[in-house]
């Protein structure tokens, strides 16, 4: 039985041109080692899953390639790069903060920004999740971070730069990676799907990016599961399974009955959701984020905030002709009280039913009050 590597670390980036949805920090990186303006220090902010500590590995691996292109990726041939491409560099060291948060790690760490290089010109020191480090541990790094010895870089990552003192804030060089657009994350997954042999339609692959809320690796996590549930096969019949995900097309007509004040149209359908095993709060916040992307749809100029793939984008433009922006409103001012009260409910169901109820009265209540 071979060995199975997952997608996040078989397809982890090896250059900064291969870092998704990141484009202007790495531009920015590339253009520093161009044309020599390195910082001594960086720090790498962002939420989980959108390329911290792979952006790091690159810019240490990159920094001391003795081949660089005209473009200032690395060669990956280089004594150097074929070290760090196995694992054995002695010029780049990564240091976890989250288990190695004690003044004694720092002073380790210390110890071996001393040391020269042996091979290329700098040593790097990459510090993960740094936030971690406790108080006492960021002071006794205070003073190597502010003068450090020329041959030392330092890259630090966290998740949560607020938790960093300014002290140390003020001597790095700070880029804040964003979340990752699920178009991005889709085209990402369309490459991997196509070098694994994966069919898989671009309606599944959409969901997975919107499950994964911005965060590449979670994505590719995803994508793994769906691939061993389905067979190789991804549709997406198979992710909303897989994943728990509830159909777009109940959301369609839950407002198409209450643009026709069918009640018991609605009722019906919520039954049919419930019977399928989707909580109650689930629905209510598919509903308004629905009703979200119906109110998107009625200006061109925010057309570019919808994040779902071609076929159901004129789904939606279609519902957005026939939904006012009063219908729109009101009704989510509804759902946000029914989903801030469904907790306190006794009777759950009922709950959510009433606010169908009176969903499906909001347009005869328009109509009524321009007689």
Do not use: W
């Amino acid at each position: 039985m071979s060995n199975f590597v997952v997608s996040a670390r078989k397809y982890r980036p090896q250059t900064f041109n291969t870092v998704v949805g990141q484009s202007s920090i790495t531009t920015t990186l590339k253009n520093a080692i161009n044309k020599q303006h390195l910082a001594q220090a960086f720090l790498f902010c962002g939420s989980r899953g959108v390329g911290k500590t792979t952006t790091a590995r690159i810019l240490a691996k990159t920094i001391n390639c003795f081949n660089l292109d005209e473009n200032a990726e690395p060669c990956n041939n280089c004594e150097s790069c074929t070290s760090f491409n196995e694992g054995h560099s002695f010029n780049i060291l990564e240091l976890d903060a989250a288990s190695n948060n004690s003044v004694e790690d720092i002073r380790n760490l210390i110890d071996q920004v001393r040391i020269a290089p042996q091979v290329g010109k700098y040593k790097i020191f990459i510090i993960d999740e740094v936030h971690m480090l406790s108080q006492a541990a960021f002071n006794a790094f205070l003073k190597t971070l502010e003068e450090p010895p020329e041959h030392a870089i330092f890259i630090l990552a966290t998740t949560e730069k607020h938790k960093i003192l300014p002290t140390i804030l003020s001597r790095c060089q700070i880029f804040d990676f964003h979340r990752i657009k699920v178009d991005d994350i889709v085209s990402h997954l369309k490459h991997i799907a196509k070098e694994e042999s994966v069919k898989a339609d671009d309606k599944a692959l959409h969901i997975i990016g919107q499950k994964a809320d911005g965060a590449l690796r979670d994505a590719l996590s995803i994508f793994d599961q769906i691939v061993s549930f389905s067979g190789g096969n991804i549709t997406y019949e198979s992710v909303i399974e897989n994943l728990n995900v509830l159909d777009y097309d109940y959301y369609f007509k839950v407002v198409d009955a209450s643009l026709n004040s069918d009640i018991s149209s609605n009722l019906l359908i919520y039954h049919d959701i419930l019977d399928k095993g989707f909580d109650g709060s689930q629905f209510i916040i598919g509903l308004a984020e629905h009703l979200r992307n119906v109110l998107v749809c009625k200006e061109e100029a925010s057309l570019k905030l919808l994040e779902v793939p071609n076929d159901i984008k004129d789904k939606y433009l279609a519902q957005s002709k026939a939904c006012s922006v009063q219908f729109i409103l009101v009704a989510l001012n509804l759902l946000k009280e029914t989903e801030h009260h469904f907790k306190g409910s006794k009777n759950k169901r009922l709950h959510v039913e009433v606010s169908l109820m009176k969903l499906s009265s909001i347009q005869s209540n328009i109509e009524k009050k321009k007689v």
